[in-house]
């Protein structure tokens, strides 16, 4: 849990809930987890924004409409998995939402080579 940057208090509890309301311990271990986890995906999501932002001067113009796009999708996935609003969000449309950002990955990678070809 230190590796994970638990805080002292989830610590505690789920040291002190372990024996006797082991439930418990293993919901609050989750939850942080998942919450370490989405924590970690809104720092990759700015970093990556900032950088598609940063170096959107140096885009074609398809290539930008591509990554816009594909920089919204990322965003939205990404708010479906907060947990306190998330949950209102079906398993289905996060599938779709995933297949969606795998086919402008593609779209994405395949407009980049083009153009490279033709440098």
Do not use: C, P
Request: charged letters at 35%; hydrophobic letters at 35%; a negative charge.
């Amino acid at each position: 849990m230190r590796e994970k940057d638990f805080t002292g208090y989830d610590i505690e509890f789920v040291v002190n809930h372990w024996d006797n309301n082991n439930t418990a311990a293993l919901e609050r271990l989750n939850y942080r987890l998942i919450r370490i986890e989405y924590e970690k995906a809104r720092e990759d999501f700015i970093t990556a924004n900032d950088f598609f932002f940063y170096n959107q001067i140096y885009l074609s113009d398809d290539v930008e409409q591509i990554a816009d796009e594909l920089r919204e999708k990322l965003h939205d996935l990404w708010v479906n998995y907060d947990l306190d609003i998330g949950s209102s969000i079906s398993l289905e449309k996060n599938e779709r939402l995933i297949q969606q950002i795998d086919l402008k990955r593609n779209e994405l990678k395949i407009t980049m080579r083009e153009e490279l070809k033709s440098i």
